[in-house]
């Protein structure tokens, strides 16, 4: 369009220049005639100009403005936040939905809103085509969450985990329970199930394979399908941790025995620093020193797996310590158990996977806050079993 106005106007001074000198009479009015058509030729074509840059601004605009859907919407659905979901990926489940005609626009709705940042992972009821700022107002409002987190905490046993899922989901404890009892059909990889001590493992077993976390589940899943999704959480944390490879590699034992430990340790020590401890206790008495490892939580799991309540360590009789039908009897049977008594967090993996540098053999109890003392000696484990009662420790 400029090169046109330039020509154009070229074009009046080509026409516009006399040829000849003359007095200014009736030549002179033809030009100013011809002139006067230029200049309306040129207004003209600058009012074309004019509408054809507000046309292509409002083109260009649309490029850059976020398509978004107008009122409160249409249809229900049913809309799933993942955990720790970033405000881009909440957009994207979204528009997969056609619940924000695009995720721009949900980010930007998000950002208008202070409150944003308190969106919640769970199961929401939404509509179908909501403008960008209902669909924000709506995943703030607690009436539309559908789940609520359901916490497993560490150490929490399989028995105690379904029966926590069982009360959160309504789901039969009963369904829970059979679910269970192919762990490799869970997702538990079946190389989890060797071991390198020569004993068996209890492969039917769920136990140390929940990972405890707090979770939020679709309400559509079943039984199997939630217990799926907390064996996926163990295995995606133990990649991550590179657990496999390090165990294998610098312990010379198997992961399966290292889980092992990891729930014993987390079933055993009272403050998260004495994990790396107590790990170590147990793979010095096991394959060091080839003495039983002595762990009274051993015995209570056993009675857990018998429908019996646990005990303190103080109460329980010897017959129950050293029960001869139990497979995960520690007191007088060497090495670790048939496998392990809890789900173990990342701490107590990692304490497992790099325990504390330390001969220690024993250790217990000594104060409430259940700070442990450990050493490799019998006389001053004797001497600390004494100081534990003195501190209110229920062992005398």
């Not at 793979?283 to 019996?308: H, I, S």
Request: charged content about 25%.
């Amino acid at each position: 369009m400029i090169d046109e106005l330039d020509l154009a106007f070229d074009e009046h001074a080509e026409r516009g220049r006399p040829r000849h000198r003359r007095g200014a009479g009736r030549e002179g009015k033809k030009g100013s005639g011809k002139s006067g058509v230029a200049f309306l030729m040129a207004f003209v074509l600058l009012a074309l100009l004019g509408g054809g840059v507000f046309v292509g601004y409002n083109k260009v605009k649309g490029f850059f403005t976020a398509a978004d859907y107008d009122g409160p919407g249409t249809d229900a659905v049913q809309v799933t936040v993942e955990k720790d979901a970033t405000l881009t990926d909440i957009g994207n489940t979204l528009v997969d939905k056609d619940v924000v005609k695009s995720t721009k626009a949900f980010v930007n709705a998000a950002g208008e809103n202070p409150r944003s940042k308190n969106i919640q992972s769970g199961t929401y009821n939404m509509k179908k085509q909501m403008s960008a700022k209902n669909a924000v107002t709506m995943l703030l409002d607690p009436k539309s969450r559908i789940t609520a987190g359901v916490t497993i905490p560490e150490g929490t046993t399989s028995m105690q985990a379904f029966g926590i899922l069982a009360k959160a989901t309504k789901i039969p404890l009963k369904d829970f329970q059979t679910a269970a009892k192919s762990p490799t059909d869970l997702g538990v990889p079946p190389f989890w199930f060797n071991r390198r001590d020569g004993k068996p493992a209890a492969k039917t077993s769920i136990e140390g394979f929940l990972f405890p976390d707090t979770y939020e589940f679709d309400p559509k899943l079943d039984a199997k399908q939630i217990l799926s999704v907390m064996v996926k959480r163990f295995v995606d944390v133990t990649t991550e941790m590179g657990f496999v490879d390090n165990v294998q590699n610098t312990l010379s034992v198997s992961p399966y025995e290292a889980l092992i430990v990891a729930s014993l340790s987390q079933a055993e020590s009272g403050v998260p620093e004495d994990l790396p401890k107590v790990s170590r206790v147990a793979y010095n008495r096991a394959y060091k020193a080839k003495m039983p490892l002595q762990f009274d939580v051993t015995a209570n799991y056993w009675l857990e797996l018998n429908g019996k309540d646990a005990k303190h360590s103080g109460k329980l009789t010897p017959q129950e310590l050293d029960d001869p039908k139990n497979p995960y009897n520690t007191k007088s049977k060497l090495g670790l158990p048939l496998g392990p008594i809890d789900s173990p967090g990342q701490a107590a993996l990692q304490g497992s996977m790099q325990p504390a540098a330390g001969n220690w053999l024993y250790f217990v109890a000594i104060d409430k806050a259940g700070h442990s003392a450990f050493t490799d000696s019998l006389t001053q484990h004797d001497k600390n079993i004494q100081t534990a009662c003195k501190n209110g420790v229920p062992l005398c």
